[in-house]
């Protein structure tokens, strides 16, 4: 399994999230993420209108 960089744009302020993820790939959807994006500098709950998924 390869590792991919998931970039994530919040749908409240466009702010863009990158996180690694151990997925092959990744497709368009929307997704809801959990308060563990504190990791990533926010401690709320967003969803995230749209994501896409670059393979390294």
Not at 15 to 42: D, F, K
Not at 46 to 56: D, I, K, P, Q, R
């Amino acid at each position: 399994m390869g590792s991919s960089l998931l970039f994530i744009f919040d749908g409240i302020t466009g702010h863009p999230w990158a996180m690694q993820v151990l997925e092959p790939s990744c497709s368009s959807r929307t997704h809801n993420y959990p308060t563990s994006l504190e990791l990533y500098g926010t401690a709320q709950d967003y969803t995230y209108n749209h994501w896409v998924c670059s393979l390294l």
